[in-house]
């Protein structure tokens, strides 16, 4: 774990143990970063901010050796695992490696998908899990620029570079889960309220309780509403008796409250997962239903996210004019004033607003004021009346780098940088 940042009185906020609720993210806007907060500069050495390049950076290293294969991933894992746990992983991924080809994904890279979340959820995840945090601390040491000097034991490489394009191609699990660890009391006061936290590793929760019997004698319950946790339930040997969901490494959170059990002295820690844009590719996207399961275009962000290791887009999601505008106040909204490969994606009604009509017209008005000349999009249904609303609001002029798409065709092309 490294800390990113924190917002200052963050538990005497009106919403701060509204965890599962946007609603608690308006107080982003004082987030302080400890990479340039000068009261904070004895924070540097220990914590610095990470550029989320761990996916290309690690395709890089493996296509500088060898082309992996369903094949060499096998062989990799036979480094870890007994033969019969091999030969189970391969009866599984046999079984859910469809999924994947269903998915335009060709069947070698389907099995080997499959097989590396086969094997991720056995008794082998601290193999990924220490060589992912090897890897991370060697990119920081080297700058994220030399990845030839990344030293990272192959096998694992493989291994972890198949399971994050697996992960890439399963849908996002927005809801509430929770992690059984055990943490030492250093560890615990990083978990402050009004933290903001990432998880260098992949990490594993829970989506029910089932087994809360197996980490008794863990000390710690994360609780966290997830926002990017994969659900891989069904590509698990323990499928039948764990819900698990996985986070990729650099998943970033805000500590919003805790508590410590009088009983068991077990310490509960309330999270919600954020989305920091700390990385290149990033588009904010702002939709009044955005959050709500059943709506229409979080597929259109999940295919986005199935570049897997190739780049890494990430989204900042917003159901509302105000979340939105906080972000991009705050530190970590400025930061991406320079970055080209910054974009925002709104839709014009959001009846969560008044007037509701031309939200999203409005809202780039804002932005603009801000100082973010970046390309926008708005997603709309009426191309003609969505001009009409954006002249009206921009004086009857028609502001540079702001195109209105009608068709998803045209919505996927801006969202995967094409």
């Not at 903001?196 to 966290?224: D, G, H, P, Y």
């Amino acid at each position: 774990m490294q800390l990113i940042g924190k917002i200052p009185y963050f538990q005497e906020q009106q919403f701060s143990e509204k965890f599962d609720s946007e609603i608690i993210e308006t107080d982003i806007e004082s987030v302080i970063l400890y990479h340039n907060a000068s009261e904070l500069v004895e924070k540097r050495a220990e914590y610095a901010v990470i550029e989320d390049d761990f996916g290309p950076a690690l395709e890089k290293m493996l296509q500088d050796d060898n082309t992996p294969s369903f094949e060499s991933l096998v062989e990799a894992c036979r480094k870890f695992d007994e033969e019969n746990y091999i030969q189970l992983h391969c009866a599984k991924s046999k079984k859910t490696f469809q999924f994947f080809t269903e998915k335009g994904v060709d069947e070698d890279s389907a099995l080997a998908y499959a097989f590396a979340i086969a094997f991720y959820t056995g008794a082998y995840s601290w193999v990924v899990n220490m060589e992912t945090n090897v890897f991370v601390r060697r990119l920081q040491a080297n700058d994220l620029t030399n990845t030839e000097t990344v030293n990272v034991d192959e096998k694992a490489a493989i291994i972890m570079y198949y399971l994050i394009k697996g992960l890439s191609h399963i849908t996002f699990y927005w809801g509430v889960v929770k992690r059984y660890v055990k943490l030492q009391e250093k560890e615990l006061e990083d978990y402050q309220p009004g933290a903001l936290v990432t998880w260098l590793q992949f990490s594993s929760a829970e989506k029910s309780n089932n087994t809360l019997e197996w980490f008794k004698e863990r000390n710690t319950i994360f609780t966290i509403f997830s926002l990017t946790g994969r659900n891989i339930q069904y590509f698990s040997n323990c499928g039948d008796v764990e819900d698990e969901v996985l986070f990729l490494p650099y998943s970033s959170f805000l500590v919003c409250y805790t508590e410590t059990d009088a009983i068991t002295g077990k310490h509960h820690i309330h999270m919600r997962q954020i989305e920091l844009g700390l990385c290149k590719y990033v588009v904010m996207w702002v939709d009044d239903n955005i959050f709500d399961k059943s709506w229409e275009n979080k597929g259109h962000m999940e295919k986005a996210s199935t570049l897997g290791t190739h780049i890494n887009v990430h989204f900042i999601p917003k159901s509302n004019t105000q979340a939105a505008l906080a972000f991009l106040r705050s530190e970590l909204g400025q930061r991406l004033k320079t970055n080209d490969t910054f974009r925002i994606v709104t839709d014009m009604n959001r009846t969560n607003e008044k007037p509701s009509g031309n939200a999203g017209a409005r809202f780039l008005y804002e932005v603009r004021k801000l100082g973010f000349d970046h390309e926008c999009m708005i997603f709309t249904m009426d191309e003609r009346e969505a001009h009409d609303k954006i002249r009206h609001v921009f004086n009857d002029h028609t502001p540079y780098r702001i195109t209105v798409a009608t068709h998803t065709n045209e919505l996927e092309k801006f969202v995967l940088f094409q």
